[in-house]
Each structure stands twice: as C-alpha cells, then as structure tokens.
C-alpha cells in the first residue's frame, strides 16, 4: 500500500464521492475535484461510493477459485459460442494492449475472466458455485457508481443531471477480472503485464490492488507514476471516446501493469476488477456544447463506428 500523499503519486487525487451521492455540503467541492483530474491526468480514486465490499469480495474469491482451476477446464469458457451474456475466458499472453498503440509486444503477462450482459460469450460453467450471481450482482453495483459518476461529470461540465443517461440505455458496458501470476521465470524481452494503452470507451471503474508490479499512469510530461492504492476506493480513468466526446479538453491517460521485481516470485499474484463503461452503439459522440466554443475537432460518429474505427486503426487493416 502506498501513502497517498507521496509526492510521486499526488497527480492523481483520492475524492469522497459521499457528499455528491448524498446530495449534501461538499458536494460541489467534489465536483470541482473531479473536473480537475479529468482535465489533468484523466485518472482518479474514488471513496464514499457506496459499492458493496461483500459483493466486491465474492466476485474476487470466487474468480480467484476458477483462476486456480485446470487450464483445459478455462480454455472450455474461451470458445467463442456467442451465447449472449455468457461468460469469455482468455488466457495467458493471449492479448497485447500495446498492439492497440502500434507497439509490437509479446502477450501480456496475464489472463482474464470477461463479462457483459449484451455481450457474447460461452455458456457459464457449474464450478467455482456460484460465480455467474457473482459477475451479476458486481455488474449491478458498477451500473449504479456509473451513474453517480455521470451526474457528476453532467454537473462539471455544465450539463443536465441526466445527459448521459439516454446514451447508456442499452450499454456495451464489459466487466473483466484479471489474474496476473506470480513471475516465477522473467517476463520475456518487451512483456509487461499490461502493455502501454488508452482505454477505448466512456470510462473505467477498477477495483486494484496494492502488489509489486501495479498499474502505471503516464503524466503528460511522459513520466509515469504509480496509481496510489487506496484501500476500498475505485481508480477512475477516462476512456477515448469520452476524451473525443469533450473535444480532447478531458484526457484518456495511457498506463499499463508494470512487471513485479525480479526474485519477488509468490508474493507478487495481482487480481484487478475492471468495468469498462462503453455507451449504446447507436450513441453518437459529438463535440458536447459547452466544448465546442472554438470549434469541434471531430465529426460526429455513432459509438460502433467510432470502436470499428479504433480497432482497424489498432490493428492496421485501414
Ligand atoms: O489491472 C490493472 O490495474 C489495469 C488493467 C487495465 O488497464 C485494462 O485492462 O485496461
Ligand atoms: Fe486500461
């Protein structure tokens, strides 16, 4: 655990969301202070949010269970049967984040459990008991903090409380529990955990935990700093299309997972909880009004155009 009040790490602040959600003095100073980070490092933790830590527990102990399980038992829920609202597992080394930013590296040192309710996956499996009501009822909790969370980015930027609301309707929100193993042989040349990148959509909810080799936030000066981890609070960031949405005056902060020390072998699992926050498809992202006063960068494009665009640009089928 690191002291929030390191120097290294004061860029990005820790904020009582209580007093917005309760709609009490000091709501507006919580306002301000989110405005701030999202126009500074795009990056925030959040405390007084209200989520359950009973249901944050279960979903972590019981993925940890099916991360512990045989690997033929895994890969059976990374088929690709598109069962709407199943469940996707990927293994070890079978994404690299930094593709995304044209950088050629090995897979990332991790493996993933993947969720969303209008998503495709495979069917849920039986064992660890219990762990679809989990993914469920975690997914719920990220919904509820996702709308706080609007209403307050709507009262920042100067906006109807509900503004958003309409473009989540029918969301492509993603919840994903990530394993990062112990490092018993050293990475190979170039893996990190999590490679360099942006995250694509709206914006990211992620429970963290402290552990050596932990997520890295780059300053706009290119430095990178280790994000604080704060006990029961969320790491917020802003994601590209939200970026885009605020004609690029709120900022989607690349970071990665850095790799655990050499030698630090049973102490260093790392297991993070992101809820990645994407509008309907049908959303479009157009230059928010009260951004647009010196002209809007972008044309307007609906949210699934905007992520095919992303993606062949990523992976370079133009
Ligand atoms: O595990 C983490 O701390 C961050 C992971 C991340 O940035 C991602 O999956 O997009
Ligand atoms: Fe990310």
């Known amino acids: 655990m690191q002291d929030a009040t390191d120097p290294q790490v004061s860029d990005i602040p820790v904020i009582d969301v209580g007093p917005f959600i309760r709609q009490e003095a000091g709501a507006a100073q919580v306002v301000r202070g ?9 990056f925030f933790l959040v405390t007084g949010h209200g989520v359950s830590p009973a249901t944050t527990a279960r979903l972590y102990t019981l993925a940890r269970a099916y991360f512990d399980l045989p690997e033929d038992y895994k890969r059976a829920h990374g088929r690709g049967t598109g069962v709407p609202g199943g469940v996707s597992f990927s293994p070890l080394a ?22 969303g309710r209008r998503l495709p996956g495979d069917a849920w499996p039986d064992a660890p008991e219990g762990l679809e009501a989990a993914f ?51 990475p190979l040349p170039g893996q990190l955990r999590a490679g360099v ?9 992620l429970r963290s935990e402290a552990s050596s080799g932990g997520l890295q936030v780059q300053r706009r000066d290119g430095q990178w700093l280790d994000a604080p981890c ?18 690029d005056e709120w900022v989607s902060t690349p970071h990665r997972v850095a790799n655990p020390p050499a030698g630090k072998g049973g102490s260093s699992r790392r ?19 009260p951004f647009c006063a010196g002209g809007a960068k972008y044309e307007p494009i609906t949210y699934g155009d905007y992520i095919e665009l992303k993606t062949r640009q990523a992976f370079g089928q133009r």
């Open 94 to 115: 079978d994404e690299a984040l930094a593709a995304t930013k044209g950088i050629e590296t090995p897979g990332d040192y991790k493996e993933s459990l993947n969720f």
């Open 34 to 42: 989110i405005e701030q980070a999202a126009r500074d490092t795009g």
């Open 230 to 247: 704060v006990e029961g609070a969320y790491v917020i960031n802003i994601a590209d299309a939200f970026m885009r949405w605020t004609n």
């Open 197 to 205: 990148h942006t995250d694509y959509g709206f914006m990211t909810i």
């Open 271 to 289: 297991q993070s909880i992101p809820f990645f926050v994407n509008p309907g498809k049908e959303t479009l992202i157009s230059c928010l009004e």
């Open 136 to 186: 469920g009822d975690y997914f719920s909790e990220m919904e509820t903090l996702a709308r706080h969370l609007r209403r307050i980015f709507c009262s920042a930027i100067g906006l109807d409380p509900d503004y958003f609301e309409p473009a989540f309707e029918n969301h492509l929100s993603a919840l994903r529990v990530i394993n990062y193993p112990e490092q018993e042989e050293s």
